[in-house]
């Protein structure tokens, strides 16, 4: 049980601290479009035989042992080193690896980056800062940045010292002199309550990635509160902090939302995903009319993103808001089944467009 006053004191209290753009439309179905690429990634992988040149004798095989209930490998496929080896220049000409970039003297209203783990947080905030400081990009208007009711996976550190670190770089003690991140290592990395951990939950780690790349003495200047007590799913705590405000300079804002867990259609844990904060985010932060909006996500993953934000934009008839979408190459770790995926994943959501 969560005593609601100790998390209130958390959220708030300790939160304070003194290639070129894939605009990616998609008029057709993926299966259509990238069939010739699918058959011939099907018989690279030793799977000719499960091949069907109809979307709806693949589409269950593809969401049992390429998509799953997670990222990750677990019950899914495995290949032989050659197999994944003949895969990979065919996924990559799918471009599901390469990075994406804005053209040169774009101009937008909004910018938009979807979460994840330590890294990845890390690397696109980087991505959009080294965006506005070349000038390659102009902004008007906030960066909202896609966080949320998702507890920290266990894979992502060992130790408190390995997350800080992140992936090996180290950023320099600066870091450790922010007040809200002191108190955050003071916490117990061996915690039964693992929302009471440091940097427990994604929302944690994404101010936590702000902070790598903005410094530490970036500092917050708001917390939106929610009204009334909110308990998102039965496994996480009440949400009392919508989102979390900061100025990066003189011109520009970063909005970290702390999106509500909700349920999934996959099954699993619940959480916030692409979709929720997609429609959390129209809500809280409506785009004026006719804006244009950068969304930054990551490959394997900016294909599908892209796809799923703009299905919500059009079921809340805001087709007048343009989306471009960029952001960086797949990391270097990135396993072939966290590729494959990807790929089932817009494979299920063309067969949603067909029943639906």
Not at 60 to 77: F, I, L, M, P, S
Not at 314 to 319: F, K, L, Q, T, Y
């Amino acid at each position: 049980m969560f005593d609601i006053y100790q998390f209130l004191f958390y959220n708030i209290f300790m939160s304070i601290a003194p290639a070129e753009v894939a605009n990616i439309q998609q008029p057709e179905l993926f299966f259509d479009t990238e069939k010739d690429n699918l058959r011939e990634l099907f018989t690279s992988l030793g799977r000719e035989q499960t091949w069907t040149d109809e979307l709806g004798g693949i589409v269950d095989y593809v969401r049992q042992r390429w998509v799953g209930k997670e990222h990750g490998t677990n019950g899914k496929d495995a290949y032989t080193p050659e197999q994944e080896a003949a895969a990979l220049p065919i996924l990559r000409r799918m471009g599901f690896y390469d990075e994406v970039l804005p053209p040169i003297g774009s101009s937008y209203d909004q910018i938009d980056i979807i979460g994840g783990f330590m890294r990845v947080n890390h690397e696109r905030i980087s991505f959009v800062k080294n965006l506005l400081d070349s000038g390659r990009i102009s902004l008007t208007g906030p960066v909202v940045f896609w966080a949320g009711q998702r507890l920290r996976d266990e894979k992502e550190a060992e130790s408190l010292e390995e997350l800080m670190d992140s992936n090996g770089r180290y950023y320099g003690a600066d870091v450790f002199e922010n007040k809200w991140v002191q108190r955050q290592t003071s916490l117990s990395w061996e915690s039964n309550e693992l929302w009471w951990r440091p940097f427990a939950s994604e929302t944690e780690l994404a101010r936590l990635g702000l902070l790598k790349v903005y410094g530490a003495d970036l500092t917050m200047h708001r917390a939106q509160l929610q009204l009334g007590v909110h308990q998102s799913e039965a496994e996480v705590p009440s949400r009392l902090v919508v989102d979390y405000r900061y100025k990066l300079d003189d011109k520009h804002e970063m909005i970290i939302m702390n999106a509500r867990a909700v349920q999934r259609k996959g099954g699993g844990v619940s959480r916030h995903t692409t979709v929720s904060c997609a429609e959390e985010s129209l809500a809280m932060y409506p785009p004026k009319e006719q804006s244009k909006l950068l969304l930054v996500s990551g490959n394997p993953h900016t294909q599908r993103t892209a796809r799923e934000v703009r299905q919500v934009l059009a079921e809340h008839d805001r087709g007048d808001v343009t989306l471009e979408v960029s952001g960086p190459a797949a990391g270097s770790k990135a396993t072939l089944q966290l590729v494959l995926g990807e790929v089932g994943s817009q494979l299920c959501l063309d067969a949603e467009v067909l029943a639906s």
